[in-house]
């Protein structure tokens, strides 16, 4: 279970760096400050999946980095399984599996090698290790790059192996930071397979993406972040009822275009 | 922490650029120094002494035993002129008719007779580095003139017995109280230090960029950082990663300069450099490591929280270009001459380390001053390692 409650997270501006017009129109920018996140609440319980939508740049990294607690966030609460992630950051961390945006993998070390590196900084224990990555080589057909330099390895083979390092140590929660972006049909395909699979585990899983195909196809929930805040967040067939004909682009682009709104909880 | 660190080490081991930094440099730049300097030097010394030199000679019937010397002297061809003015012969050498012309006084034979100096000239270029053909004039004008002077003594009646002493009264002899070792240490220590340190400081720059800027770079910081382990943890493996190949880069340095010291010491014949060099105990080697140990922290720790702060490779190698300035700084100090170890210098970062390892190769060290500096570079360190993690705690550091 996730929960995140007037998230908030500002930055602040260098001195000397003056901001342009468009940015002083900007209800995130103040004197001194760019305000990112300004208040994001959703939550995410077992056996879900939830959508993270929004323009670039609009804080859905930002808000996801909160919750892997890459960041501290100023203001707010984020709970993974009741533990609060600003008290008991290393506890907090045994619980989620995070997958960037970039794979955030060691180009000089094998498939397996970097697997086997963060298993064990999750504290997993030798005897485990290769087994349970045995288990993922299947379930993401790896075997055959398995001890394959990653610096030598195509995109999709990246993100297998990206994918295989952010759950080795068997996370409560799942986060995805865009995980179909530049792939192709295939492996996109082997994403969502997974992405279902944890969710018939009754893992928690929280990802950003761009693709409302995948949303559709995929999501109990959508929390569309604009401007750093959390302007929609409801299950997905509300989210296709702010829409007469239930299309999800249509939705998307009403949810910007107006006021926040709160769909049922 | 030690996950972190054998990690990074196996990373680095796969990585060419870490193994020229670190494993080829320090083995082949003694080699290489040491036989292209020689190469060099033996070439021109070997062209220069065999060059032989065209020279005319001005009133030479005035000085006709030494113009009779110069003409059977090997490095020197006679060239006929008629010029006799000295811009006639700038303008002459100028145009490379010869290369160098004396002018011998055209009263020097009836100004010997009256015992009176003379001034004679020598016209060349002197731009050349390697002067030996001043030096075979010099040669032969010095025993042109004891002869001239025994001849005027002898006609003045002094004792032949006693023109020795007339003509050099007091002769000065040099007893050198420094051993072998001192003087070799004296020569070769600073830059030896010189070149330890700066190797540490090479050793440690790559890995360091690589483990900060370059983690940032590839966007696998951010997945390192989410792990349940601490930052000071995660930091701490990377910094004794540097610390590692900094030290590892003096090592093989050291060793290679045992090795091919010791084989050119036994091709060359130089006994004296081999006995000096074996007089080095291994207490004054490990000595010196311990002092390297510290300084490699400083690079290391100074290094890593650079990388960190910088975006990218590029930025970081950008912020670390003038470090590399900072640092040759107070090692040339320690090179100045008359830079002696002392309190002071002993708490002067770096020049305090050059002139420490000086000493233990001259084996004059003073072993309280040593335990200053390694003090006083250890609670350096120790400062340094404490901002470094500090430093990584910082998320407008980690996420500029």
């Known amino acids: 279970m996730i929960e995140i409650k007037g998230l908030a997270k500002a930055f602040a501006i260098s001195k000397g760096n003056k901001l342009s017009d468009t940015e002083k129109q900007d209800v995130r920018y103040s004197e001194k400050a760019f305000h990112s996140v300004r208040d994001v609440s959703f939550q995410c319980g077992a056996g879900e999946v939830l959508g993270l939508l929004g323009p670039n740049g609009a804080g859905k990294t930002t808000t996801l980095r909160m919750l892997s607690t890459a960041l501290k966030q100023d203001s707010g609460s984020v709970f993974i399984n009741g533990i609060d992630v600003l008290q008991k950051p290393i506890q907090a961390r045994k619980e989620i599996g995070f997958l960037s945006a970039d794979t955030g993998l060691y180009g000089k070390l094998t498939a397996f090698e970097n697997i086997a590196y963060f298993a064990r900084l999750h504290g997993m224990k030798e005897a485990d290790i290769k087994a349970r990555i045995d288990d993922l080589f299947s379930l993401l057909d790896m075997h055959d790059f398995a001890n394959r330099r990653v610096d030598t390895m195509s995109t999709g083979m990246k993100q297998k192996t990206a994918i295989a390092r952010a759950v080795v140590h068997s996370p409560k929660v799942v986060i995805l930071d865009e995980p179909t972006t530049g792939l192709d049909i295939m492996t996109v395909q082997t994403v969502l397979d997974f992405i279902k699979s944890l969710k018939a585990s009754g893992t928690p899983v929280i990802f950003s993406t761009h693709h409302l195909d995948e949303v559709g196809a995929l999501c109990d929930r959508v929390v569309v972040i604009d401007k750093g805040v959390s302007s929609f967040s409801g299950s997905l067939d509300q989210f296709k009822q702010l829409t007469d004909g239930g299309d999800l682009r249509q939705a998307f682009l009403a949810v910007i275009a107006n006021q926040p709104q709160q769909g049922a909880a | 922490m030690w996950q972190v660190y054998f990690k990074e080490l196996t990373e680095l081991l796969r990585d060419k650029k870490t193994l020229i930094f670190v494993i080829l440099l320090p083995i082949l730049i003694f080699p290489v120094l040491f036989g292209i300097v020689g190469l060099v030097m033996a070439t021109t010394t070997s ?3 065999e060059e032989q030199h065209r020279y ?69 270029n002197r731009s050349s580095q390697l002067d030996f053909m001043y030096n075979y004039f010099d040669e032969m004008l010095k025993e042109y003139a004891e002869k001239l002077q025994r001849g ?133 080697l490990v000595l010196m490591f311990s002092l390297l140990l510290p300084t490699a922290a400083i690079f290391a720790a100074l290094l890593l929280a650079i990388s960190i702060y910088a975006r990218t490779f590029k930025e970081a ?53 040593l335990a200053l500096i390694f003090a006083s570079t250890t609670a350096l360190a120790g400062a340094l390692i404490a901002f470094c993690v500090h430093w990584f705690q910082q998320e407008k550091v980690l996420f500029r």
């Not at chain 2, 006709?64 to 002297?73: D, R, W």
């Not at chain 2, 009256?114 to 060349?124: G, H, M, S």
């Not at chain 2, 305090?352 to 003073?366: C, F, Q, S, Y």
């Open chain 2, 152 to 284: 005027t003594l002898s006609q003045l009646g002094v004792d032949p017995a006693n023109l020795t002493a007339i003509l050099k009264p007091v002769e000065l002899t040099r007893v050198n109280t420094a051993e072998q070792r001192e003087n070799i240490g004296e020569s070769m220590g600073a830059i030896l230090a010189y070149a330890l340190v700066l190797l540490c400081l090479s050793g440690a720059m790559y890995p360091a960029v690589d483990m900060g800027a370059g983690e940032k770079e590839r966007g696998t910081l951010e997945t390192l950082l989410i792990c349940p382990v601490s930052r000071t943890a995660i930091v701490l493996g990377k910094f004794l990663t540097v610390l590692t190949t900094a030290l590892m880069t003096a090592l093989i340095t050291v060793v290679s300069l045992g090795v091919w010291g010791a084989i050119i010491s036994a091709f060359a014949d130089l006994s004296k450099v081999s006995e000096a060099l074996a007089s080095i105990t291994i207490v004054d």
């Open chain 2, 47 to 49: 062209k220069a002494m």
């Open chain 2, 56 to 124: 005319v000679i001005v009133n030479e019937q005035q000085a006709p035993e030494f113009a009779e010397a110069l003409f059977y002297h090997k490095n020197f061809k006679k060239v006929e002129t008629t010029l006799s003015s000295e811009q006639e012969l700038v303008a002459a050498i100028r145009n490379d008719e010869f290369d160098v012309a004396l002018v011998i006084p055209a009263d020097f034979a009836s100004r010997k007779a009256a015992v009176q100096q003379t001034e004679w000239q020598l016209i060349y």
């Open chain 2, 317 to 369: 190698q950008n912020y670390m270009s003038p470090l590399t300035i900072l640092v040759i700084v107070p090692l040339m100090i320690a090179m100045a001459p008359g830079m002696e170890l002392d309190v002071t210098t002993a708490l002067i970062p770096l020049t305090n380390i050059a002139l420490a390892i000086k000493e233990l190769l001259k084996g004059t060290a003073d072993y309280g001053l």
